[in-house]
Nanobody, 115 residues
Framework: QVRLVQSRGGSVQAGGSLRLSCSASGINFRLYTMNWHREAPGKQRELVASISSAHDKNYTDAVAGRFTISRDNVRNTVYLQMDNLKPEDTAVYYC?????????WGQGTQVTVSS
């Protein structure tokens, strides 16, 4: 079974940093593109960052330059390093991947940034 398990999020003041992790099982992890999404209050879920099997990275403009996605294929884990956080980054963050035509999601973790 495909399973994605996320670390806890946290609460920080504006300008602070957090690191999220997502550990995957049930897939040959190194071959999969991994993604991070977020859902802010009252807003639709949006794709934040992705990393391919070749370690190519993409970010939405809102986080580019502040967030860094990375992966550890030995630990089967994808990370999202979030620096210089802003209140508008407050959201529930989800890791996600696709396998055999189906999307699989982590359980979600709350990130709260206060001013």
């Amino acid at each position: 079974q495909v399973r994605l398990v996320q670390s806890r999020g946290g609460s920080v003041q504006a300008g602070g940093s957090l690191r999220l992790s997502c550990s995957a099982s049930g897939i040959n992890f190194r071959l999969y593109t991994m993604n991070w999404h977020r859902e802010a209050p009252g807003k639709q879920r949006e794709l934040v960052a992705s990393i391919s099997s070749a370690h190519d990275k993409n970010y939405t403009d809102a986080v580019a330059g502040r967030f860094t996605i990375s992966r550890d294929n030995v630990r089967n884990t994808v990370y999202l390093q979030m620096d210089n956080l802003k209140p508008e980054d407050t959201a529930v963050y989800y890791c996600q991947t696709r396998s055999r035509g189906f999307d699989f999601w982590g359980q979600g973790t709350q990130v709260t940034v206060s001013s």
